[in-house]
């Protein structure tokens, strides 16, 4: 995975941040060795801004758009209020029984729901309000979600929205046939204009554009 980080930096913010959860190593390591693109799981630094984020919250109800393999799941998880729960969507089905399989040996699958299908079909049908929700998906949809979620989360709720750098392609001229450099671009542009969010995009990784509704 892209990242703003120099390597030596990350290895000592590692080492001085607290350490990874024997599952989360886990699910680490078999994504890595089982399934495709690994640089997509958020890993141990993002997985600790998300579980700390949420801690410090303390959400009800979450909405992860782009499941993965369930490591920022599970890490979001962690800050849910004891009947809260996080709703969570991915479209690729061959994913699932990984995640659940994590989620259940984290305990936490009594507070996850788990979608499979088209997240622009799927959030409209989940009619709670919302605290925190974690954009990590197709990008050239993220404007699309962000209008999807915008009017479901609370006053001073967060979204964060992961890969807002994109590799350092928002830097360059963007090809016409590139629709997620496009799309990422946009959602950079259209954030900073919106006035219904206050918003900071962090150069942590691969970017994260953090929001607050006002």
């Not at 992961?162 to 671009?185: A, H, Q, R």
Request: glycine letters at 6%.
């Amino acid at each position: 995975m892209f990242s703003m980080i120099h390597p030596d930096y990350e290895l000592y913010s590692e080492k001085y941040s607290s350490p990874e959860s024997d599952i989360l190593k886990e699910l680490n390591r078999e994504t890595n060795l089982k399934v495709m693109l690994p640089r997509m799981l958020s890993g141990h630094l993002q997985g600790k801004l998300l579980e700390i984020i949420s801690c410090i919250l303390q959400p009800n109800q979450i909405l992860e758009i782009g499941t993965y393999t369930g490591y920022s799941a599970i890490a979001l998880s962690k800050g849910l209020q004891e009947k809260g729960i996080l709703h969570t969507i991915d479209i690729n089905a061959e994913l699932e029984d990984i995640a659940q399989k994590y989620f259940k040996k984290a305990g936490v699958s009594d507070k996850i729901k788990h979608y499979t299908g088209n997240a622009l079909d799927i959030i409209p049908t989940i009619n709670h309000t919302f605290d925190l929700v974690f954009i990590d998906a197709d990008k050239e949809n993220y404007i699309e979600y962000f209008e999807l979620v915008i009017n479901k989360i609370r006053k001073g709720g967060i979204i964060i929205a992961d890969n807002v750098l994109w590799s350092g392609k928002v830097l360059t001229e963007t090809l016409p046939t590139d629709k997620d450099t496009k799309g990422i671009v946009e959602f950079n542009k259209f954030v900073t204009n919106d006035l219904r969010v206050e918003n900071l995009l962090l150069p942590f990784r691969d970017g994260l554009m953090i929001m607050i509704k006002k």
